[in-house]
Nanobody, 121 residues
């Protein structure tokens, strides 16, 4: 069974940096898309950054120029480098994968458990 595990969240001061990591485990042959979403208290979950294999990344307008998503296709990992963090970036961040081709089964979409990012002085 394919699973996603996030790491790297925490408390940081405004202007600080954090790096989130997501690792997919299981008998995976390919993952079409990996993305990061976030959900702040009282708000809907929103896409932060996404990357399809072989294509350029997409970002929410609110994080362009500050966040960078990268993927290691061979290792089935994705990272989110977050710079110049702001209080409004505070949220639970979720890793998402779509179009998973596995040895035994394919999956349309899976989610990680989430990791909390808190930006406060």
């Amino acid at each position: 069974q394919v699973q996603l595990a996030e790491s790297g969240g925490g408390l940081v001061q405004p202007g600080g940096t954090l790096r989130l990591s997501c690792a997919a485990s299981g008998d995976i042959l390919d993952i079409r898309l990996m993305a990061w979403y976030r959900q702040a208290p009282g708000k809907q979950r929103e896409m932060v950054a996404s990357m399809i294999s072989g294509e350029s990344a997409n970002y929410a307008d609110s994080v362009k120029g500050r966040f960078t998503i990268s993927r290691d296709h061979a290792k089935n990992t994705a990272t989110l480098q977050m710079n110049d963090l702001r209080p409004e970036d505070t949220a639970v961040y979720y890793c998402n994968a779509e179009g998973i081709i596995g040895v035994r089964m394919n999956m349309n979409e899976i989610w990680g458990q989430g990791t909390l990012v808190a930006v406060s002085s």
